[in-house]
């Protein structure tokens, strides 16, 4: 193995990347614990946990940035692989919490546009990265996030947090309308600069 094999395996097992693997890995107990309550009638603890562990791993899309910029382990791996894992939470939450019902009615559309705005971003990367452009996060996107992912977290807590606070799920969905009008906006952005950079293609 030579060094520069190791160096890249290092990167890959760097504790940004191991924290990103764990926010993927949350996915299945998220969505185990909130389907298992609501589809199969289980015990209403089992949303607590589901919370729990998605704080968890969102607390990792923190600190997985925060380390990687403190002891210089980003990498190009990292930086794929870490919006992959947010949409990936987004989404399958997004999907189950429409399953049981938490979101429905109108709500569907904040859902339904959030999710189409992760796929067009995720298009737009894949575009700009075959041309070499880096296109980063704004902190608007980044606040988005934030919001998608409180809202995410009350609408998890769903019926068991309603017996601690009766406007639970309102919240949430309120907030969810709040992430969906800033993910217009921030789509809109990374739209705008696809297309610039799409023209000078087809210019050129």
Sequence with gaps: MNIATTRGQTKTLSLPNILTYARIAAIPVVIGCVYWQSILDGPLWLRWVALAVFIAAGITDYLDGYYARMWDQQSAFGRMLDPIADKLLVASCLLMLAADNSIHGWTL?????????????????????GLRVS?????????????????????????????????????????????????????????????HHLIKEDEG
């Design 109 to 129: 559309w904040a859902a339904i546009v959030i999710l189409c705005r992760e796929i067009l971003v995720s298009g737009l990367r894949e575009y700009l990265a």
């Design 135 to 195: 296109v980063p996060v704004t902190k608007l996107a980044k606040w988005k996030t934030t919001i998608q992912l409180v809202a995410i977290g009350f609408l998890i807590a769903g019926e068991a947090g309603e017996q601690v606070f009766p406007a639970t799920t309102l919240i949430g969905i309120v907030l969810l309308w709040m992430s969906a009008i800033f993910t217009i906006y921030t789509g809109w952005d990374y739209f705008r600069a696809g297309i």
